[in-house]
């Protein structure tokens, strides 16, 4: 069952994005930055939880880094929905977005489950933990931008 995608598509906002030249280029590049600030963010992270510069408290760094990355992780879900919005009709059918998206959503809630669980800085983890939470950020934040990339380099499914 497909979905219509056409009152998305047709939205004033979303067409001036899409017919605006700069509007377009304004909004993907906000979507780049997004996406900077999140695996700058993520990718520390995870390396400290993994037992990378052990003389750095895990809390200072956790502290700064959760703010980044989040704040990334917001710019890129705002732009990014503005972008798929433009083409949403086909966009939806693209295997490499449908991916990302997947990836995305496993990542956001694996972030957002570490910590509620074991706080902010994740100081209350074991290692077993902080080891499952840095596999599981590590896989989901560069195989979204991976999966992303591929976005225009992959034919849709027709």
């Not at 080891?131 to 989901?140: D, E, M």
Request: charge should be positive; proline fraction near 3%.
């Amino acid at each position: 069952m497909a979905i219509d995608f056409s009152l998305l598509e047709g939205l004033a906002f979303v067409e001036a994005v899409r017919f605006s030249r700069w509007g377009y280029a304004v909004v993907n590049a906000i979507h780049i930055l997004g996406i900077a600030l999140l695996v700058g963010g993520a990718v520390p992270m995870v390396l400290r939880l993994i037992g990378l510069w052990p003389e750095t408290r895990r809390a200072d760094l956790m502290r700064v880094l959760t703010v980044t990355a989040g704040g990334g992780l917001t710019l890129a879900l705002a732009s990014g929905f503005l972008l798929f919005a433009t083409r949403a009709s086909e966009y939806a059918a693209h295997p490499a977005l449908q991916l990302k998206l997947v990836l995305v959503a496993t990542g956001t809630a694996s972030a957002l489950h570490a910590h509620a669980r074991h706080g902010r800085t994740l100081d209350g983890a074991a290692r077993w933990a902080t080891t499952r939470i840095a596999v599981v950020s590590i896989v989901c934040w560069i195989g979204a931008l991976a999966a992303g990339r591929l976005i225009a380099f992959i034919e849709p499914a027709p």
